[in-house]
Nanobody, 124 residues
């Protein structure tokens, strides 16, 4: 089993920045896809960005150019730097991981491990 713990959420004004971090513990070996999902109130969970074991990165169009994703393998840490935040970025953000390589457009069922989530609120 692998445990994921997110941190860094909070409230910010539009145009501001936040940095989300996720620390993995437990069985972290052979983890080939790490990603962030988000879920806004009343909406379905949506993929944000992902990075696989070879370092390949993909982004949802809605965050491309604003939310760089990175990982520090030795520290089992995944980071999402959220820049130029918009009110529509308000959501609960989840760190996820799986032992399989990332699909082109990852879906929720692709991931075995989920964090508890961290809330991001962007005000106008």
């Amino acid at each position: 089993q692998q445990q994921l713990m997110e941190s860094g959420g909070g409230s910010v004004q539009a145009g501001g920045s936040l940095t989300l971090s996720c620390v993995a513990s437990g069985y972290t070996y052979s983890t080939y896809c790490r990603a962030w999902f988000r879920q806004a109130a009343g909406k379905e969970r949506a993929w944000v960005a992902s990075i696989d074991g070879d370092g390949k990165i993909t982004y949802a169009d809605s965050v491309k150019g604003r939310f760089p994703i990175s990982k520090h393998s030795a520290k089992n840490t995944l980071t999402l730097q959220m820049n130029s935040l918009k009110t529509e970025d308000t959501a609960m953000y989840y760190c996820v991981a799986d032992h399989r390589y990332c699909n082109g457009v990852p879906q929720s069922p692709d991931f075995r491990y989920w964090g508890q989530g961290t809330q991001v609120t962007v005000s106008s």
